[in-house]
Structures are given as structure tokens and as C-alpha cells.
């Protein structure tokens, strides 16, 4: 056992040696300028950068290596130690198996002045145990300013698929490149780190130089900006809430719980071999509402940084516009903006709704039709619109009162200010990526009389009736007809539908009633009040008036018939007696007249003087036709036969009659001049006046031997009427004595049969004689003693009568007597006896005047 620790610790001993001998070795192979000059005149080791660079490498001892038994070209045999202690530590450090002792560092040199050095790892000379001394190993560096090599490639490198060990430069050499930026860090771009990030720059070495001995330093061959296509933005949660990406420009997230958590990635949308080339690019996030002209305005930003590689989260706490924006300013295709909105909330319905109808009584609507300005924050009202009215809500906001016609801006809501308006109010709604509408309709009620039915009995096609429904929501309740009422609740409720005269049936309420004749109610229920529906039923029959009677010349009014007796009641025909004539046509000629009948305001009248006939006017109604009918009649003025009797004979009082009929009253007596107005008065009053008695049924005038007209004056219907007759009374008559000569009479003494026309001769007497007319006319010869009957006289047959001869004469009313005295004498003085003949043809003459005048 002894033996073989012996062997081992040899063999220890041995490589150890082995080794020591291999690092010198290879030491002074990788830094052969040591041993041909003197260390002051080696360091510091200079040169110059020709390139505009940005990295730069150099050949460095490696750090905490101990190289023995080192020979120099002044110092032999020492020992030489490196640290760790760098004044400007490199950005990476290259170390490569081909040496242990040296390694290439990788220095930034962007924010280096002119003049530069650099310091490798310190170096510790050691001579003795009690002598050592500090080698600097220090580069000193110079920029070239004239003549400046520009290695930066021209473009961009798409590195999308870009593989590492893929030539940069089609050069005869193997290329190392490493990758570096502000974010990523500095890394060898290789298939151990093959990831490339924006912003990332490559710069390209020449591989071999880090293998030959004899290079200390290098600059790269190029420098590559690297660029890659535009990514999408990646929006995610951990909550697996959907995202509707339907609308590509506008994501929506509906939700109603917050607060949600959102992961946002930039992520390329194809094949790449850099997929997280946009991983440590900001994204910004912007917060938007709409302004005042219904533009989608800003109101708040933020970055979003990734809190770690690619990892940026962000808490939305409330119904959201949000955008999300990378601004990728040098991609493939030059300067992209990328932006992804997105709407977070609840309820998106931006599709066209029509709302349920405002239906209301006249006056009873609490509130203007109106449009809110939002339905939330992703909505804003752009237009309303009502009937052919409409506004843009920006013109609103412009005004001073905020009003414009008949829309006014009220807080948040647009408001349609006229009252009572019925119509399609549409409020238009623009969304960050559309508009939509809402639309209602308003409509107003008021109670409403409808068309009036007229009918001919028992010709009504139709019963009245309610439908339940009125135009969109009003509700049918309660049904009337006059006094009778029924709830619409009360005939549901029945079995048959029936109850008292009301039925529904179906859609409808119907009053069942024979031939109605009066008002049909129907009561609605609306959104909002009530409101009523009121039809009037009227049968019609063919109609007597009663008959009009009127004093002749007195009808003020024609018979006439009207053209606007009623609602529905239309004249067709107007007829009297066989005349006829059709309304319509009678409008339609140009004096509106045809022979009798005349159009005079609303009414045809009938144009005849003193009508006497049937008036029937022919009406056309909503269900059939009737007539009505009038007669007229005229009342005359009636002369009685005149009243003509003997003084002191007449056996009656004047009278009038109380009433001639049913139509007739006694107004007025009249004699002569004299007028008793006895109308209205009782018999009491009657009884108190001269001349006047009464009877039940008469009024007695009692005056004695009239004379004269009497009237009886009657009221009629229309005007006044006249009864009258003439009194005349006859008195007893004495002719004037007829003296003549003896034979000189000339005619016989005789009676008239008639003296005119209501005398009529019934007896005569003379001297001893006396007979009748009827004796006479009955005798042999018409003569009875000196009297005969001879054509129209009776005459006394003596040639000489002297004496009276007595004439009886019934009259109308009585007798009278007519006497004549015939004398005869003799006359010596033919003169006396001419004037005595003068004398009594005077007398003769003047008796013929008088009896002329009685007749």
C-alpha cells in the first residue's frame, strides 16, 4: 500500500511539472513579444483604431493563472501571477481551448474619447520571497480621424431567418459575431445564444484571428443592424375570458368582472427564427372617450415596459377604449405603427334596436322623447332625428342656449321639445368602429270621436264594436254604450265571452243590442293615461212631420229640405208634389236651380208661390236610406154671402166662432172700423165689454140693425185668416104718390117681380084685390079680379087706378112692403095741366133713382 501512495504522489508530481512546463510554454507562444524587449519599452502596447467600431478586441493574459520559471529578456526564472482587477472590465470575455493562458476581450469603445487605454488583468512579477514588482499591462489606444474606415453594412440585416453560422459577409474566413444592445446585453451570436432582439447590432470578427498567436488585437470586419417584420400585438388573460376578434382594427372583451389582467406580447404572425425578437419593446397604452364633436380624444397614457423578458401585464379595473401601440420604426417594410384597440366592458349590442312604443294621453307624458348623450363610455350620440326634423348633437354644443329648433341639449340627454308630437324619434349612436340607431315611436292620443253611423231601422250591416287593441300598446279596459258598461277583465272571466249586450269575440268587443241608438265608448290604456274612442249609432224611419198650415201669402219659409240636417245624413233627392230633382245634380248647374227648386245656403227650397202639397226629401245614410214627408197647406180668407134681411128682422147676433178647428183661433172681431182684440182673453174679461157676449163655443156681437163688413180675424199656424161677411138691412118703402091725368098714365100700375136679385114678390094687394104670386101662377088665366100676371110684373088691369097699390117682397132675411098711391084729376088750364104733367114725370124719375139705388 506504502508503495503504490509512493507511485501516485510521483505521478502527482510528475503532471504537475508536465503542467507548469505547458503553461509557460504556451504563454510566451501567445505573448512572444516578451521575451524580445524590455517590459518599459513593451507596455504600454499601442495602437491604432482605424474603423468606426464600436467593439474592438484584445488578447489578455488570463486572470488568476500562476506561470513559474518564466523567462524574460532582463528577468529569468521569475514567477508571474495574473488578477482578476480590471479598471475598465470588458463587456465579454472570449476564451478559447487552444490556450490556457490567454483569453480575448471584448470591449465597448462608443463612449471612448480619442485617446484611450485599456488595462488587462494586473500582473505580479514575483523574483524572490522577498521581491516582487506590478506588471501594467496596458493597451494604449488612438482613433483615427482622417481616413476612418466604415465597416457599418449598409441596410438593414432581416434576421427573421437568419440562423447563427450563417455568413454575414461573403468572405474567405469563418465569421464569430456577437450580438449586442441596450436591453439584451452582449452575447455570442451562436446556437448557444441564438437569440436576436430588437434594437440588437452584430458585429462580425474575423474567427481566425482569435486562434493566431500573433495577433493581439482586432476590430470587427462589419458592424449589421438587424431588423425583422412588423409584429402583431398579442392581448391575452389568465382568466380564459374571451376576446372577440371578429373586427380586426377593434378587439372586444365582455365581461362584468374586474379587475382583469391582460399579458401583452408583440408576436410575429409566421414563420421566424427570432420569436422574441420584440420582447423587450414598450408597448404604449392609451385610454380614450368621446369629446364633445363625437371624436374618440385621449385622456390617458402609459408605457408598458416588460416587467421581465416579454412579460408585460396590465390591470384594467373598469369598462375601457383602450389602444395599444408599438411603434416599430425600423421594420422590414420601413416605419410601422402597430396598434390593436380594444373595447373592455359589458353589454356590447351595437346593433339597431328598435324600443318598445310610448303611446300617451294628449298632455299626460312626464317627459320630452329624448336621446341620452351615451349608452356608456364606447357609445356617443351623433344625430337625432324626429319626423323630417333631425340635429347633429355638435351643432347643439355650438349654440349659446344649446337649442336648435325643436331639439334642446339637456344635461346628458337631447330632448325633443314639442309637445304632444307623435312620430319615429331615432337617436344615431357612433362606436369607435361603426353606428347603429335606436329608434322609437311616440304617439299621442287624444279622446276620439269617431265617424257617426247612421242607419235605417233594422238595416245595420254591422254591430258596434271595440277592438282590444289600438295602433301598438293601447289596451282595450272598458266598453260603453250609453248606461250600459262592461270591463273587458269581466267577460274574460266568463265562459262564453257574453255578458248582459256585450260579447268578445276574438279581437273584438261587440254590443249586441237591437238597433243601437246612441254613443259606443271604448276606453284604451296606453304607456301612459288613457284614452277614449266615441261613435254615435242613430237609426233613422221614414218621418210625418206634422202638416204645415199657413195663412194665404204668409209661408215665410219654402218648403225646403236640408243639406246639412246631420253627420252622415246626406240629402239625395228633394220632391214635391210630382216635381223632383237630384241634389247632386242641382250643385252641378251653374245657378244651382232647376225649375222650382233652388240651392240658398245649406238647404234646397222649393220655389212655388203658396205651396200646396208633399214635401219628401230623400236621405242617403251610412247603412241605407229614409224619407221624411210635409205637407202644406194654405189657409184662404173665406167671404160669406152677404147678410141682407129687413130692418128690425134680423133674427141672429153677428158671432164668431171660438175656434174653426183644431188650428184656428179667434184673435180679432171687426165692424167697419171697429176692431175687438179678443185673443187671449177669458169670458170674464169677455163678458166686461160692450156688445160682447159669450158662449161656449161663440162670441156674440149684439149690436142692433148692422150694417157693414163684419170680421171674424183667426190666428193659424202661419199668420192670420179672415172670416167676413156683409150686413145690409131693407127697410119698407112709400114711393111718391102718382097723380095723373084721367087716361093720361101711360102704363099700369104694377109690382116688380123682382126689385133685384134677393126681392122676391109674394103677395100684392090693391082696393079689394089681393093675391099671391104663387095664386096667380097657379090660376087659368094668371089673373085673379084687376091683378095679373103678365111676364115679369103683376099688374093692376084698371085703366084709371086710383088708390095704394100695397107690393110684398120676401127678402133674405124678412119682408118688406112697397107702397104706391096712384090719384087721377082733371085739368081745364092746358098749362096748369103740362106743369102738373112735368111734376110727375119728375116724381117717376126720382123713384127710379131711388129704387136704383136700393138694388
Known sequence: ????????????????????????????????????????????????????????????????????????KDYKQIVLKTRDYF??????????????????QIFDIRDKDTFFYIHCPLSEMIFSELRKSTLNWIYNFQRTTEHKINIVKEGYLNVAHHTPGQKIYNKGFEEKTIAFGKNSGYRVFDFKTPNLYKGDKLATFNDSNFYNEDIEFQEPIGIAKINHPPPYISIDNNLHIRINDNNKEWWIVETEFFPITFDIELLYNGNTSQLGFFDYENVNVSYWKYSKGNKLEEIKNEILTPSSIYNRNIIISESVIVKFQYNCDDCVDGGVNVVQNMLIGENFDFEDEVLPFIEYYQDKLHFNANCSMSHDIFTQLKTVSFKNEEIEVEALYEASDKSKGNFKLDNDVVIFTNKNSSGILICTYIYPFGEFQTSQMYNSFKDEEMPYITYYRDKLLTKPKCPTNKGNTAILTTVLFDNERIEIDDLKDTSSGTKGNFKLNGTLVTFTGTN???????????????????????????????????????????????????????????????????VEYLKNTFYKSKGNFKIKGGSIY???????????????????????????????????????????????????????NLYTKLKTIVLDDKRIEVEGLDDVALSQM?????????????????????????????????????????????????????????????????????????????????????????SR????????????????????????????YDVPIGEVLVTKKFLTFEINDKEYSSNKMRYAASMILGYIIVISMII
Request: contains cysteine; charged residues 25%; glycine residues 4%.
Open 781 to 808: 088665366a094668371g089673373a085673379l079680379g084687376r091683378l095679373k100676371l103678365e111676364k115679369d110684373f103683376v099688374i093692376n088691369t084698371e085703366k084709371n087706378p086710383n088708390g095704394i097699390l100695397f107690393c110684398l
Open 1 to 72: 500500500m506504502e508503495k503504490l501512495l509512493k507511485v501516485l504522489w510521483i505521478l502527482v508530481v510528475y503532471l504537475i511539472h508536465i503542467s507548469s512546463c505547458d503553461l509557460k510554454s504556451d504563454f510566451l507562444k501567445q505573448f512572444k513579444y516578451l521575451e524580445n524587449g524590455d517590459l518599459d519599452d513593451l507596455f504600454p502596447r499601442r495602437h491604432t483604431i482605424n474603423t468606426n467600431s464600436e467593439l474592438i478586441g484584445l488578447k489578455c493574459p488570463r486572470a488568476n493563472i500562476t506561470i513559474p520559471n518564466v523567462d524574460l
Open 516 to 582: 243601437p241608438n246612441g254613443k259606443l265608448s271604448c276606453i284604451y290604456k296606453l304607456t301612459y293615461g288613457n284614452f277614449t274612442t266615441n261613435k254615435l249609432y242613430r237609426y233613422f224611419s221614414n218621418t210625418n212631420h206634422p202638416i204645415i198650415r199657413y195663412g194665404f201669402d204668409q209661408l215665410l219659409i219654402r218648403p225646403n229640405c236640408s243639406m246639412e240636417s246631420e253627420e252622415n245624413v246626406n240629402l239625395k233627392t228633394i220632391l214635391f208634389n210630382d216635381e223632383s230633382v237630384d
Open 690 to 778: 160692450s156688445n160682447i157676449k159669450t158662449t161656449k163655443k161663440r162670441l156674440l156681437f149684439t149690436v142692433k140693425n148692422p150694417e157693414g163688413k163684419f170680421s171674424c180675424v183667426y190666428k193659424v199656424p202661419i199668420g192670420e185668416i179672415e172670416k167676413s161677411q156683409n150686413y145690409k138691412s131693407i127697410s119698407n118703402e112709400t114711393h111718391p104718390v102718382v097723380e095723373y091725368t084721367f087716361n093720361g098714365l101711360g102704363y099700369k100700375a104694377n109690382c116688380s117681380m123682382h126689385l133685384n136679385n134677393f126681392t122676391h114678390l109674394r103677395g100684392i094687394r090693391f082696393k079689394d084685390d089681393k093675391t099671391t104670386v104663387v095664386s096667380l101662377q097657379h
Open 87 to 104: 479598471s475598465y472590465p470588458p463587456i465579454m470575455i472570449y476564451k478559447y481551448k487552444e490556450s490556457n493562458t490567454a483569453e480575448w
Open 606 to 660: 222649393f220655389t212655388g208661390d203658396n205651396p200646396k202639397g208633399k214635401c219628401t226629401c230623400v236621405y242617403k245614410l251610412s247603412y241605407g236610406e229614409f224619407k221624411t214627408f210635409q205637407e202644406y197647406h194654405f189657409i184662404e180668407d173665406t167671404t160669406l154671402p152677404d147678410v141682407i134681411y129687413a130692418r128690425d128682422q134680423l133674427n141672429f147676433h153677428l158671432n164668431c166662432s171660438r175656434e174653426e
